[in-house]
């Protein structure tokens, strides 16, 4: 009787002891799952990705684009590079895209995460259609910033002088010298990162970053003085006083002063 207590106790304390386990495996597997979704907000996708929530719900994580890029620069994600598990990725600081203009990656894409017609132009390939991301500069610690000569980025840019552009500034200063400061066109930049490979600073003074983290947006809280619609956001956020009861500009200065009205 007391061995058989004995053993209903152990199996008692083993089966806890597993569940315990189980119940801390599951709370790692579940925060490193949390991580890797925010941080796909700042993963760069290969040319022709679908918007990043759609391209999660529609990548199938075969791995066809990584092995077609001849130049390595495609990854799949694997535990502990803090992204969504089996998607492609890409860090230009390593290896760039090199904007191959033949965008081998994207047809052999089956499940259209990658999309064909994001990098076309009349039913042809085009590579300089790609929107993986928009270079960024950090003017306090790029080299040319400081009056130092350099374009090391600007000469590797595959679209020089569209992409990029040196804007000359003279040295106040000196009197003598000049600026040639380094400066993307957003609207021209592709995101193949050959700037911030070829960047000479020990951490990248120019980087890539998704397009809708590195330009952003206008705040819905924003009161756009050419749009009625939002004329009426200010009535309705002030309640019984309307716009006509006081001046425009009163009325936005007193919702700006209320502060996050919009936001409801």
Known sequence: MKTQTISERRKFF???ARATGLAALGGL????????????ELTLRPPGALPEKDFL??????????EACPFDTLKLAKPGDNKPLGTPYFEPREIPCYMCPDIPCVPVCPSEALDIKLVSTNNRLDINKADMGVAVVDAKNCIAFWGIQCDACYR?????????????????RTGKHAFLK?????????????????????????????REVALGKVGDHYIKGWDKADDKRVQDAMGEETVTDLSREKAIDTLNDMGGLLDD
């Open 182 to 210: 380094p400066v993307v066109d957003s609207d021209f930049c592709t995101g193949c990162g050959l700037c911030e490979r070829a960047c000479v600073t020990e951490k990248a003074a120019i980087f890539v970053l998704p």
């Open 14 to 16: 083993l089966t806890v």
């Open 57 to 66: 719900s529609t990548c199938i994580k075969c791995g066809m684009c990584v």
């Open 29 to 40: 597997v579940w925060s490193a799952y949390v991580d890797e979704v925010t941080a796909s």
């Open 156 to 172: 590797a840019c595959p679209l020089m002088d569209e992409a990029i552009k040196l804007e000359y500034e003279q040295n106040s």
